[in-house]
């Protein structure tokens, strides 16, 4: 079975403070996905990463930084948290087979309030 | 503007019906659509896959459609159980890897 593991499960952090998010994935996939989720505007995405090293922003990657230096890591960065940072944070993977056809493994999920 | 519609509302059905959920979308032309199965504080589940070339995709108690013309999906649970309680999402591809989610349908099934 296909394993996302996220850090934290819930994390609370001060306004200004640097918050890391770190991924694991256990079946050698090559793109990683960092998505927050809030109510009623569903599952917005940050930023993808499809090798080691590289990366692609998303709808809204204002205010995160990411970072992947292994091929199962994927972290998120919150260079200086603020209250609407305040989120459910979801990291996901998928295969790179062709055209894409192809289902995202999501990890559980960090709940992130920033006060 | 681009926009995935699917109902804010809950839809509450009796165990044994079948549950129909719908997505909606403008400004895309999605090479293929997915739809996933979210449980409360959990992340999201791929349940089943749909191409452009596609009409329908079952599997198991589940049916998938897409109507390139309408700019619709429906998904639906026959004989639908308690258990499939939960909130369902539609994704479209939308480029490379990459997929827009709707923001999901809570389906509520009672026994």
């Known amino acids: 079975d296909v394993k996302v593991t996220q850090s934290s499960r819930y994390l609370v952090k001060r306004t200004g403070e640097k918050v890391f998010l770190e991924c694991v994935q256990d079946?050698?996939?090559?793109?990683m996905f960092w998505y927050r989720q809030d109510p009623g505007l569903g599952l917005r995405l940050i930023y993808f990463?499809?090798?080691?090293?590289?990366?692609e922003k998303g709808d809204i990657p204002e205010g995160y930084s990411v970072s992947r230096e292994k091929k199962e890591r994927f972290s998120l960065i919150l260079e200086s948290a603020s209250t609407n940072q305040t989120s459910m944070y979801l990291c996901a993977s998928s295969l790179s087979q062709g055209q894409g056809y192809n289902e995202q493994f999501f990890g559980p999920g960090t709940r992130l309030t920033v006060l | 503007s681009q926009k995935i519609e699917q109902n804010s509302e809950a839809l509450n059905i009796q165990e044994g019906k079948t549950a129909t959920l719908t997505c909606n979308y403008t400004n895309y032309s999605p090479a293929y659509l997915q739809w996933y199965r979210q449980d409360p504080g959990r992340g999201p589940v791929f349940l089943l896959l749909?191409?452009?070339?596609?009409k329908e995709k079952r599997k198991e108690r589940l049916k998938v459609t897409f109507d390139t013309t309408l700019k619709q999906s429906l998904f639906h649970i026959t004989a639908s159980q308690p258990a499939d309680s939960a909130t369902y999402l539609c994704?479209?591809?939308?480029?490379?890897?990459?997929?827009?989610f709707g923001t999901g349908t809570r389906l509520l099934v009672s026994p």
């Open positions: 994704a479209l591809a939308t480029g490379f890897q990459k997929l827009v």
């Open positions: 079946m050698d996939h090559e793109n």
């Open positions: 990463s499809y090798d080691v090293k590289m990366k």
């Open positions: 749909i191409r452009e070339n596609e």
